[in-house]
């Protein structure tokens, strides 16, 4: 049995929503909006045939509107969105290619970025690295090929704090016509908003929390609200795709009654894992990492109830009723999905770099710049995009803050299609999620033992644990940097440029 649309939670637009490129998208793209149709010169690891079948144009505009964060009685908040619709949900096939034509309705300078997906460095949507800032009122033509199926997301990539802490993300969900097939499907997207009684924001961001852990939301909500209250058939099989859209918050995920087991980690398939066999019975999550879980659900009547088990006070984000059916009970096997098909790095072969992760002050950076002859040499980060002030870095050097502007030396310089094995030591008394844009990489393991070997995009080092990831490079200056949006715009980002 296929999954109904009415079973997925989140509203759902159909592929087809008919759009197109304006010709306003077109001009205000410039070169590269133009480029889109063209083979772009800069090319990652990602197929991006030449006269795709399966081009699916869209439009997609960010902007403003309004939501009941604060309960059907509370005052409405003034949250930002794609297309009006918090949490806006693509499916597409894989395979497919998205030509798409983004409107920038708010009222300061934003950009897209295609978190986990293997694509185009011109399409990364890093200002000022990638592409322009895309001005209020203006526009930008992204095509973004569909490689890998699973569960991601997009975000802006400037004002990340500001934008993403008001709301801004989409989730895309990339469907294999392989995938096993479940009784239901529930998407489930764990934000916290930093409210105030009236509805409105208080400050994103705060020194002590930018300089420690970062600044948390006191309103902790799954799809917008306090808890989901869903169902799906007795002893069905479920599928729930989980995204931690926080800015800030680390969460333990786990289950209470019902079977479950993980099978996927950031989109990818892994060998399922049984919830129960993980440390604690959880995964850890840091924002922007996601999993899909196979959930059993017990007999009519029983609940399975999803939790956050880090959080001081137990969150239950979701509970799933069964809800009568003629399934009989079988014993639980939980379902894999296909193996995942990305490149893999050549372990043996392999160079190896080690990165460590650490605090740092404003006047202990480097003013180490690029040789005048580089393209980005004279290129200015637009001063929304970088925070305040600096509190961290990566190996000695700080993403710019402040005043500074000019964009850094890379971190390392790569050669395309070559393998490199990273080790991500943290030196901070903080979990960091660090994030590789463009690429999907092997978590080899940590030295704490905690994480399985998986592909990932995002991957969540403890304090004083080093993570080893691998990865074959794709050509292009791809970022590098903590998902705790304060920590990257405070100084823990950096890119790799691989040529
Ligand atoms: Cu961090």
Same mark, same amino acid.
């Given at each position: 049995?296929?999954?109904?649309?009415?079973?997925?939670?989140?509203?759902?637009?159909?592929?087809?929503?008919?759009?197109?490129?304006?010709?306003?998208?077109?001009?205000?793209?410039?070169?590269?909006?133009?480029?889109?149709?063209?083979?772009?010169?800069?090319?990652?690891?990602?197929?991006?045939?030449?006269?795709?079948?399966?081009?699916?144009?869209?439009?997609?505009?960010?902007?403003?509107?309004?939501?009941?964060?604060?309960?059907?009685?509370?005052?409405?908040?003034?949250?930002?969105?794609?297309?009006?619709?918090?949490?806006?949900?693509?499916?597409?096939?894989?395979?497919?290619?998205?030509?798409?034509?983004?409107?920038?309705?708010?009222?300061?300078?934003?950009?897209?970025?295609?978190?986990?997906?293997?694509?185009?460095?011109?399409?990364?949507?890093?200002?000022?690295?990638?592409?322009?800032? #895309?001005?209020?009122?203006?526009?930008?033509?992204?095509?973004?090929?569909?490689?890998?199926?699973?569960?991601?997301?997009?975000?802006?990539?400037?004002?990340?704090?500001?934008?993403?802490?008001?709301?801004?993300?989409?989730?895309?969900?990339?469907?294999?016509?392989?995938?096993?097939?479940?009784?239901?499907?529930?998407?489930?997207?764990?934000?916290?908003?930093?409210?105030?009684?009236?509805?409105?924001?208080?400050?994103?961001?705060?020194?002590?929390?930018?300089?420690?852990?970062?600044?948390?939301?006191?309103?902790?909500?799954?799809?917008?609200?306090?808890?989901?209250?869903?169902?799906?058939?007795?002893?069905?099989?479920?599928?729930?795709?989980?995204?931690?859209?926080?800015?800030?918050?680390?969460?333990?995920?786990?289950?209470?009654?019902?079977?479950?087991?993980?099978?996927?980690?950031?989109?990818?398939?892994?060998?399922?894992?049984?919830?129960?066999?993980?440390?604690?019975? #959880?995964?850890?999550?840091?924002?922007?990492?996601?999993?899909?879980?196979?959930?059993?659900?017990?007999?009519?009547?029983?609940?399975?109830?999803?939790?956050?088990?880090?959080?001081?006070?137990?969150?239950?984000?979701?509970?799933?009723? @069964?809800?009568?059916?003629?399934?009989?009970?079988?014993?639980?096997?939980?379902?894999?999905?296909?193996?995942?098909?990305?490149?893999?790095?050549?372990?043996?072969?392999?160079?190896?770099?080690?990165?460590?992760?650490?605090?740092?002050?404003?006047? @202990?950076?480097?003013?180490?710049?690029?040789?005048?002859?580089?393209?980005?040499?004279?290129?200015?980060?637009?001063?929304?995009?970088?925070?305040?002030?600096?509190?961290?870095?990566?190996?000695?050097?700080?993403?710019?803050?402040?005043?500074?502007?000019?964009?850094?030396?890379?971190? @390392?310089?790569?050669?395309?299609?070559?393998?490199?094995?990273?080790?991500?030591?943290?030196?901070?008394?903080?979990?960091?999620?660090?994030?590789?844009?463009?690429?999907?990489?092997?978590?080899?393991?940590?030295?704490?033992?905690?994480?399985?070997?998986?592909?990932?995009?995002?991957?969540?080092?403890?304090?004083?644990?080093?993570?080893?990831?691998?990865?074959? @490079?794709?050509?292009?200056?791809?970022?590098?940097?903590?998902?705790?949006?304060?920590?990257?715009?405070?100084?823990?980002?950096?890119?790799?440029?691989?040529?």
């Amino acid at each position: 049995m296929t999954t109904s649309r009415a079973d997925r939670h989140l509203p759902m637009l159909p592929p087809d929503r008919p759009a197109g490129l304006s010709r306003r998208a077109l001009l205000a793209g410039g070169a590269l909006g133009a480029a889109s149709y063209l083979l772009p010169t800069s090319l990652g690891n990602a197929r991006v045939p030449a006269a795709p079948a399966a081009t699916q144009a869209l439009t997609l505009a960010a902007g403003e509107t309004q939501m009941k964060l604060l309960g059907p009685d509370g005052p409405a908040s003034r949250v930002c969105a794609y297309d009006g619709t918090p949490f806006r949900t693509l499916r597409f096939p894989r395979g497919s290619v998205l030509d798409v034509g983004f409107q920038n309705g708010l009222d300061e300078g934003t950009t897209v970025h295609w978190h986990g997906i293997r694509l185009p460095n011109a399409f990364d949507g890093v200002p000022t690295l990638t592409q322009p800032l #895309v001005q209020p009122g203006g526009a930008y033509a992204y095509r973004v090929p569909l490689e890998d199926p699973g569960t991601f997301f997009f975000h802006p990539h400037c004002d990340e704090t500001g934008q993403a802490g008001r709301g801004l993300a989409g989730v895309l969900i990339v469907e294999d016509p392989r995938d096993p097939a479940f009784d239901a499907e529930h998407v489930l997207c764990l934000k916290d908003w930093r409210l105030a009684e009236n509805g409105g924001f208080l400050p994103m961001s705060e020194p002590d929390g930018a300089s420690k852990a970062g600044t948390f939301g006191a309103t902790r909500r799954c799809n917008g609200q306090p808890s989901l209250a869903l169902e799906a058939p007795a002893h069905g099989e479920v599928r729930l795709r989980i995204l931690n859209l926080d800015s800030t918050r680390v969460m333990d995920i786990g289950v209470d009654q019902g079977e479950a087991a993980l099978i996927a980690v950031d989109g990818h398939a892994l060998p399922p894992i049984p919830l129960d066999r993980l440390p604690d019975g #959880v995964w850890r999550m840091g924002p922007a990492q996601r999993i899909d879980l196979h959930v059993r659900m017990p007999a009519a009547g029983g609940q399975v109830r999803l939790a956050d088990y880090r959080a001081a006070k137990l969150y239950e984000f979701a509970t799933l009723t @069964a809800t009568p059916s003629a399934r009989p009970l079988r014993p639980f096997r939980p379902l894999a999905l296909p193996a995942a098909q990305v490149p893999r790095a050549d372990l043996k072969k392999a160079e190896r770099l080690t990165f460590t992760l650490q605090q740092a002050t404003d006047a @202990a950076i480097s003013a180490a710049g690029l040789p005048p002859d580089d393209p980005l040499a004279k290129a200015l980060l637009d001063s929304l995009c970088v925070g305040s002030t600096t509190y961290w870095g990566i190996d000695q050097l700080s993403w710019p803050t402040g005043s500074r502007r000019a964009v850094p030396p890379p971190l @390392a310089r790569m050669r395309a299609g070559r393998s490199y094995r990273v080790t991500v030591k943290n030196g901070t008394r903080y979990p960091h999620p660090i994030h590789l844009h463009g690429h999907v990489f092997e978590v080899i393991g940590s030295s704490s033992g905690r994480l399985p070997r998986h592909l990932a995009d995002t991957v969540l080092v403890q304090p004083d644990e080093a993570a080893e990831i691998a990865f074959v @490079a794709a050509p292009g200056d791809w970022v590098f940097h903590c998902h705790i949006l304060e920590h990257m715009e405070t100084g823990m980002m950096g890119y790799f440029r691989v040529l």
